[in-house]
């Protein structure tokens, strides 16, 4: 079992930036992959960037260029550093793990609140 633990949720200006942590009680590389999902009220939620084990990461085609998904080992710990921040990225964030490949993911963290106001 993998308990994940977002913090770093905010109320931000648009265009500000914002870091997001996600600590893992286990070695983030006993997983295929770690990602960044959101999901705003009243919508679903989304893939918004993983990092599998070999380091190869993806992102949604809206945060491309603005966020930055990264991961330290020796802390447990993924990273989503969120710049040039817009209203429409307000959501709920969550930390996710996969033990297989990278489209189903087994673990989740509780979430953390990302407001960006205009």
């Known amino acids: 079992q993998v308990h994940l633990m977002e913090s770093g949720g905010a109320v931000v200006q648009a265009g500000g930036s914002l870091s997001l942590s996600c600590l893992s009680s286990?070695?983030?590389?006993?997983?295929?992959?770690m990602a960044w999902f959101r999901q705003a009220p009243g919508e679903q939620r989304e893939l918004v960037a993983r990092?599998?084990?070999?380091?190869?990461?993806a992102y949604l085609d809206s945060v491309k260029g603005r966020f930055t998904i990264s991961r330290d080992g020796a802390k447990k710990t993924v990273y989503l550093q969120m710049n040039s921040l817009k209203p429409e990225d307000t959501a709920v964030y969550y930390c996710?793990?996969?033990?297989?490949?990278?489209?189903?993911?087994?673990?989740w963290g509780q979430g953390t609140q990302v407001t960006v106001s205009s």
């Open positions: 996710a793990a996969a033990k297989l490949g990278i489209t189903k993911y087994d673990y």
């Open positions: 286990e070695n983030i590389f006993m997983v295929s992959a």
């Open positions: 990092i599998n084990v070999g380091g190869t990461t």
